[in-house]
């Protein structure tokens, strides 16, 4: 059987009445890329936002390495709302926060790009670093001593060297073309050290090859760094390319999920999804 790094059970995240995802289930195996598809509003992001625990979902467990991360059932005023299934599956409450999500080894990069425009790339990586030896980047900033900022700027320097922006490191993060910005999200990303990447978009608004040349960095970059990815995308041409395996939402629940050639001849999956044009 494979080991999986990453497990839903029965997640069902509502907001008020409206149900984002709706008692998903999914497996991400160790060393697999696996994409989540859907159309617009399907509840892509929401997924991802529960994983990363910046939303509590209202019932269902996540597991990270098998150890339980998120778990919760519906509360308050949501217990007269709730519209999913699995009630009382659940009892045990337990939410970790991002922080500590991340430290245990899950990163994100997020839809629109999130980089700190006006310092450098070498900036850019470094405060990611920080990120993941303290909490917070204050803390982590004004606590360590010269020895450690010394080796963290190596790190940096080094880090910046093998994912190739050795070119481009002393210029601001805002001014590179956009592709670029998109890899530097991901190196940012990738210096927590984690070993789940969660890839939200990474080919939006890319052309046909800066959507090449980032295919060929997802797939070295899991390699190099021993990676299991996660990745939600519309460009097509890159989920089918990359992923070992996908799982297609719509409303909120899984309409489908097998490799890429199954997908892709999938009539609900064509119709739901494939069938029509989407925006990136
Ligand atoms: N914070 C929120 N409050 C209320 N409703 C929300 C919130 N976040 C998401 N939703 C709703 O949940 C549903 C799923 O949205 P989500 O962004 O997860 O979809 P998606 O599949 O990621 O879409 P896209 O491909 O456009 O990014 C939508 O109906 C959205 O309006």
Known sequence: MSENVLRLENVTMQFGGVVAVNDLSLEVNKGEIVALIGPNGAGKTTAFNVITGVYAPTNGAVYFNNEQIISNHPQGNMKKLYKGENLGKFPHVMIK????????????????????????????????????????????????????????????????????????????????????????????????????????????????????ELTAFIRRIKDEYNLTVFMIEHHMDLVMEISDRIYVLDFGQTIASGVPDEIQNNPRVIEAYLGVQQDA
Do not use: C, W
């Open 97 to 212: 926060t991002p922080d500590q999500i991340t430290h245990l080894g899950v990163a994100r990069t997020f839809q629109n790009i999130r980089l700190f425009r006006e310092l450098s790339v070498f900036e850019n990586v470094l405060i990611a670093k920080h990120m993941r030896q303290s909490a917070n980047v204050f803390s982590a900033t004004f606590r360590l001593n010269y020895k450690e900022e010394k080796q963290m700027r190596e790190e940096t320097q080094e880090f910046i060297k093998i994912l190739g922006l050795e070119q481009v490191k002393n210029d601001k993060a805002g001014s590179l073309p956009y592709g670029q910005q998109r890899h530097l999200e991901i190196a940012r990303a990738l210096a927590t050290q984690p070993s789940l990447l969660l890839l939200d978009e990474p080919a939006a608004g890319m052309n046909p090859q800066e959507t090449q």
